[in-house]
Structures are given as C-alpha cells and as structure tokens.
C-alpha cells in the first residue's frame, strides 16, 4: 500500500508516505569536508561516509530523497465539511469544503536500516488540513486543494498546492 496526495492525506506528495528504502549493507557517518568554490575560496560543509559491510569506504553528498515502498498495513480516513460559495448561483458544478485527513502506511517487516518504517503506530499518523474546491466540466471534474501538513516527518515530502483533471482508477 501507498498514501498521500488527492483520495489519500493531501498536502503530501503522491505516494510517499511511509516505509523508505535504506541501502541494507551500510551505515552512515558525516567527516568534515573542505571544497573551493569558482573564486577559490574554502566552502565548509560535511559530506556523509558510507561504510560497507566488505570494509569500503564510499563518500557522497546524501540528501533525504529515500524512495517510497509501500507497506502491507494501510489507515486513512478524511472528514469534509461542505459549504456552497455564496457567488455562484448554480451550485450543481462546484463543490467547496474544508477538510481534515489523516494515514500513513506501515509495515509489519521493518528491517533495522529501513527508514521511517513503523510496525502499526497511531502516533506516526500523518495529518493535513485544508480547504479543497471540485468543479465539474465539460472535459470532467477539475479538483484543487490547498492543504497544511500538521506533522511531517523527517522524510515526508509535502505538496501544498495540488491539482487533479478528472477521477483517478
């Protein structure tokens, strides 16, 4: 299972919340680095050291950009309040509201380098709220959504601003 974005927790990116993918043979550790930018002048910065588990030592710059793998325990729930737009006349083609939602995925099988992988935990519920407006054409449904992210994680990639043509499958 995957969450976040339209018909999951908006405010999130599509798809990413959840367990994240670890390299399984490496552990972390930061060394001081010394780089030069174009005029030659010292950039201080710290660079992360991978240590294999054959004794290699690999250095990259790391950012927090794990990928999603889904999980096999799956919670969500939205609550909508609805209002009608006081502006326009004919209220059959548009729908207003303010809404509150609220999931994550989790996984039974979390190994220990997998990161942000929770066995079922209420506590790492994610939460958003927002305002969302589906207006109904002649090509389908067009749906906006300006969302607050109330509790990101560490590695939770949020999407306040989303937009969708039409109904997903």
């Given amino acids: 299972f995957f969450a976040g974005g339209f018909g999951s927790v908006r405010g999130y990116e599509s798809n990413t919340l959840g367990p994240r993918s670890t ?13 030069f ?19 290699e030592l690999v250095y ?9 793998f889904g999980g096999d325990i799956l919670v969500e729930g939205s609550a909508e309040l609805l209002f009608p737009l006081p502006f ?18 989790f996984d039974t099988d979390c190994g220990s380098t997998q990161a942000a992988c929770y066995d079922l935990d209420f506590g790492e519920m994610r939460y958003s709220v927002g ?3 589906t207006w109904v054409t002649g090509f389908g449904p067009m749906s ?3 969302a607050k992210p109330l509790n ?4 939770d990639q949020e999407e306040v601003f ?3 043509l039409g109904r997903g499958f």
Avoid: C, H
Wanted: hydrophobic letters at 35%; glycine letters at 10%; proline letters at 6%.
């Fill in 131 to 133: 305002v969302g407006l």
């Fill in 37 to 55: 930018d174009a005029d030659g002048n010292p950039v201080f910065g710290t660079q992360y050291a991978y240590y294999r588990t054959d004794g």
């Fill in 60 to 68: 990259f710059q790391a950012d927090n950009e794990v990928d999603p």
């Fill in 88 to 105: 326009i006349k004919d209220q059959s083609q548009i729908r207003t509201g303010f809404f509150l939602d609220v999931g994550n995925v």
């Fill in 144 to 146: 906006f959504s300006l």
């Fill in 162 to 164: 989303q937009f969708t």
């Fill in 23 to 35: 390299p399984a043979d490496i552990y972390a550790a930061q060394r001081p680095v010394v780089e």
């Fill in 152 to 155: 990101s994680g560490e590695y």
